[in-house]
């Protein structure tokens, strides 16, 4: 298995006023290899979609390293261009991240434009028809404007969009949150499909954890910029360790009455990454907390049993 | 043969350009439903028509003397009297309509791309590029604008040129800063994050993803000024900063006339009517293009 | 032995009058909510679930229009009393209704205590201390920690959920009959979601509210809700306990939908073929049936009625006509003994 990415100590600080920051990616580490679908799962202000643009470069890192393919990405201002059409992106909102006043085909070309890939007007149209029936869609809809369009076609431009370039990577920001419900199968399955067609490694940012199961074959749980879980899907569903997982298998809501235990109260509000709790970030939350440790030491990332690792004194 | 190519290009063109179309139609739907909007671009058209074909249209030469006819009332021969040189009235306010007219356009042509150019540069790029671009415009908008005219007046003589420059120097900071807001909003947006995935360069988001929306807003503040323009030109003119005789122009044409008012009322008036109309025409027009723009009455639109 | 509906919509109809065309937003929905039970309206975009909840508080916006129908309120048909009545005795008072966003509906200039004690003094003639007083009782009731300090913020202070629970004060401070809750916890954090629900669940309980909740997920309804009821394009396609919806749909909707999302006994997500129809020409007959895998020709040309399938649970479906009617047959056969026996009924 090819290692694509690797994340070492990865940290993100966005200026908050005078002095103070926002935390929001505090020390992350981990790797994703070739054709992986990896998923990034968290609540608000868990540091998963900063993350995620981090991955592909479009936000620099305040320390740390991020490798591609071996080369340091973070000691680059600005990629050059076969790099940065191998590592593309789709993002949560159909209706603003498609330009409002540009057709469909100046949209879904504008990378084909930037990177010379056509050599005339002609195979500019030829090539993103293609990609408009590969994606569910018909010529009809290039000369069409954004709010023509549904969500889920919007969704389908959007992913044309980043798989017209052949990237090797593609991140995907909560591509269905949304959507609807029924319009979120049909682009799921299409998102599959095109992986096997196109040979693409995925990272799958979503809250939704029993959507990550169905998707993803790795997944990290993140939590206030730190990871607290990670490892093979299954798993870490057959068996979550970190008391933060635990606690948001019990919350989420379940069709099978029978599925649900007791619930495991998450007491408070989730804290403000501008001043996490220091220690290990969960422990203000955590029913299992040990004690003092829990509030000074932020616990590493251990491998508890095979490719599943977790962030937690209760293991130490 | 040939016929059939046309067709099918006229076909697919009506096809490729469909968004395009219909938009059109809204806004000839949208310009129709107000009567309001009607009027002004009724009015305005007709100064656009004065002001190309006058030579067509005015029964006489504007500046051709006639000593023996000073100040002669309205009659069938001089529809609007004559002034204290013996001028045709009618003819000259025609003709002035083109000279309101280019004042408004040269002031625009240099304002409106200086503004966007410098507003956007400042919006984007943010930091000291955007200070010292608010600060410059700071300054230039503080300028009252007929003290800058005296000064340029004073310097190099007035003129018409002088009136423009001073108009488009104190007001390119209105334009710059409605361009850099624009921006400051428009480049958060994720559309502009997913050129730069895409690896766009910074000149072509601005030039082909930015601008495209600060257009809009921009066309209805210059239309919106139009009035103000022609009203400050005329009030320069007025105060013999502006056009010197014997150009046709409205505002100075109020100015050589005012002696008159009483006893020969139509030497003034008429050219002071002109001139009402004129901004009468160009605020109703640019209220309409306002309201029309307006993303909420717009189907579908953002 | 029937029991009174607290709320009851009979062929409530409403209509769009858009540049488009008429949006045909329900297509005669019929409701009925018992006292003291959590009723979830489940559906998707443009199913009409919203419309119906406005419908209730006669807020159907312009360009919409009720066209024909009854919301029966205790047995009175709110759709015939004045704006005035509906203001002074209903509105806020006897229904109340909370939003997805809290904190765009609460007042930014006022603060949480404030807005809270306003209400209590218009609504139930408190004199100030009395109002805040109660206030402070009611932040304490939907578990604010620290109620004294948060009367004094103001809304952008609060996170979501604190700002969620706030409304919800607001709006059982009057006591109401029935607390609509559209979409509540949707643009909340799931961890907070449980929260917020479980608030819910206590306050029927404890005051006898009826709660009607609003949502497109169906699992927050299955972990809630008593009842349910699914909604498609405008038309209520399937009625019954949260037990008979989730472990024996009959719709071919609900089954279609349970199939397509993510949930803890997916383990693959099944599309629904086809997509949303554009309610300005809805398809004819029965709304679903381009999509339907079991569509037959009359689904196409007559609209389905509510029928039961077993207790308390109805669908409108013409796969359950047959049943249906082979059922009523033979209740009708057997209470008259004798008789018609023997008669077998043709297809």
């Not at chain 2, 309101?100 to 150019?117: F, Q, R, Y």
Request: net charge positive.
């Amino acid at each position: 298995m090819e290692e694509l990415i690797q994340l070492k100590e990865i940290k993100k600080y966005f200026p908050w006023k005078k002095h103070k920051h926002v935390k929001a990616v505090d020390g992350v580490s981990l790797s994703i290899n070739k054709r992986d679908i990896f998923g990034l799962v968290g609540e608000s202000g868990s540091g998963k979609t900063t993350l995620g643009r981090m991955m592909i470069h479009l936000i620099d890192s305040t320390s740390g390293s991020i490798f591609y393919k071996g080369e340091d990405i973070t000691k680059i201002k600005k990629l050059e261009k076969s790099l940065r059409r191998n590592m593309q992106i789709v993002f949560q909102d159909p209706y603003s991240s498609l330009h409002p006043r540009k057709k469909i085909k100046d949209i879904i070309g504008s990378g084909l434009r930037t990177h010379n890939l056509i050599k005339s007007e002609g195979e500019l149209v030829t090539k993103i028809e293609q990609f408009l029936n590969l994606v569910g869609m018909g010529e009809e809809h290039l000369y069409r404007y954004p709010h023509e369009l549904s969500g889920g076609q919007r969704q389908r431009v959007a992913i044309a969009r980043a798989l017209i370039l052949n990237p090797e990577f593609v991140v995907l920001d909560e591509p269905t949150s949304s959507l609807d419900v029924s319009v979120q199968a049909e682009i799921l399955n299409l998102l599959k499909k095109l992986r096997e067609g196109f040979d693409l490694t995925y990272v799958f940012i979503t809250h939704d954890l029993y959507l990550a199961r169905i998707i993803t074959e790795k997944i990290a749980i993140m939590y206030l910029g730190k990871i607290m879980e990670y490892g093979e899907t299954e798993s870490i569903f057959k068996n979550p360790l970190h008391p933060y997982t635990e606690a948001l298998f019990s919350v989420i809501p379940k069709l099978d009455p029978q599925k649900r235990t007791e619930k495991i109260v998450l007491r408070g509000e989730i804290p403000s990454p501008i001043d996490p709790p220091l220690g290990c970030r969960f422990h203000t939350r955590c029913a299992k907390k040990i004690g003092e440790i829990c509030e000074k030491i932020s616990p590493p990332l251990k491998e508890i049993e095979e490719k599943h690792f977790v962030s937690c004194h209760l293991y130490d | 043969m040939a016929k059939e190519n046309l067709q099918n290009w006229t076909v697919s063109w009506r096809k490729r350009h469909f968004s395009e179309i219909s938009n059109f139609k809204e806004t000839v739907y949208l310009i129709k439903k107000s009567p309001l909007t009607m009027v002004g671009l009724a009015i305005i058209l007709i100064l656009i028509i004065m002001a190309i074909f006058a030579s067509y249209i005015a029964p006489y030469d504007p500046l051709t003397m006639n000593l023996d006819n000073r100040l002669a009332p309205l009659s069938r021969v001089h529809l609007l009297g004559t002034d204290e040189l013996g001028r045709d009235i009618l003819s000259r306010i025609i003709y002035g309509a083109g000279v309101a007219l280019k004042i408004v356009l040269i002031v625009l042509a240099i304002d409106l791309p200086l503004g966007i150019l410098l507003g956007l540069t400042a919006g984007y790029f943010g930091g000291w590029v955007d200070e010292i671009i608010m600060r410059i415009a700071d300054i230039f908008m503080a300028f009252p604008r007929l003290i800058l005219a005296m000064a340029i007046g004073t310097a190099l003589g007035p003129s018409l040129r002088n009136t423009v420059i001073a108009i488009a120097l104190t007001m390119w900071p209105v334009y710059a800063r409605l361009a850099r807001g624009e921006t400051l909003s428009i480049k958060e947006r994720t559309f502009i994050e997913a050129e730069r995935a895409l690896g766009t360069s910074n000149f072509k988001i601005l030039v082909f993803n930015i601008l495209p929306m600060c257009i809009s807003t921009l066309i209805v503040r210059a239309t919106l000024d139009m009035g103000n323009i022609i009203r400050i030109a005329a009030g320069m003119s007025f105060l013999g900063l502006g056009t010197q005789p014997p150009t046709p122009d409205w505002g100075l044409m109020v100015s050589t006339g005012r002696n008159f008012l009483v006893n020969q009322w139509w030497v003034p008036t008429f050219p002071g009517f002109a001139i009402l109309l004129a901004v009468f025409g160009f605020n109703l027009l640019g209220d309409g293009i306002r309201d029309i723009s307006d993303p909420h009455l717009r189907r579908g639109r953002q | 032995m029937a029991k009174e509906a607290l709320l009851e919509i009979k062929d409530l109809r409403v209509n769009f009058y858009t540049y488009r065309g008429i949006v045909k937003a329900l297509n005669g929905v019929n409701l009925k909510i018992y006292e003291g039970e959590f009723f979830g309206l489940v559906g998707e975009t443009g199913c009409g679930k919203s419309v119906t909840a406005s419908a209730v508080l006669n807020l159907v916006q312009n360009p919409g229009k009720i066209e024909e129908g009854e919301i029966l309120f205790k047995q009175k048909n709110l759709l015939k009393m004045s704006e005035k009545e509906i203001r002074e005795k209903i509105r806020g008072k006897e229904i109340t209704m909370i939003m997805q966003y809290p904190i765009a509906a609460l007042n930014p200039v006022i603060n949480n205590g404030d807005q809270i004690a306003e209400a209590l003094i218009a609504n139930k003639n408190m004199n100030e201390s009395e109002a805040r007083k109660r206030t402070i009782e009611l932040l304490r009731e939907v578990n604010i920690p620290e109620p004294e300090k948060i009367a004094r913020q103001f809304p952008h202070q609060l996170s979501g959920g604190m700002a969620q629970r706030v409304m919800i004060a607001m709006m059982i401070s009057t006591e109401p009959s029935l607390l609509i809750a559209d979409e509540p916890t949707t643009a909340l954090d799931v961890s907070i979601q449980s929260q917020v629900l479980n608030l819910l669940k206590d306050l029927i309980s404890k005051h006898r509210t009826t709660v009607l909740l609003i949502t497109h997920d169906l699992s927050v309804v299955a972990e809630t809700c008593d009842r349910v009821g699914v909604m498609y394009a405008g038309d209520m396609v399937e009625v019954g306990t949260v037990d008979q919806i989730i472990n024996n749909p009959q719709h071919p909707y609900t089954k279609g939908l349970i199939k397509a999302i993510p949930s803890d006994r997916s383990k693959e997500l099944v599309e629904i073929r086809g997509s949303v129809p554009d309610l300005v020409n809805p398809p004819s007959g029965c709304r679903f049936h381009p999509r339907c895998d079991y569509a037959k020709p009359i689904c196409k040309k007559e609209k389905p009625q509510l029928l039961q399938i077993e207790n308390d649970h109805m669908t409108s479906c013409f796969l359950y006509e047959e049943s249906h009617n082979k059922r009523l047959k033979e209740e009708y056969a057997e209470e008259y003994k004798g008789g018609e026996n023997g008669r077998t009924d043709s297809a």
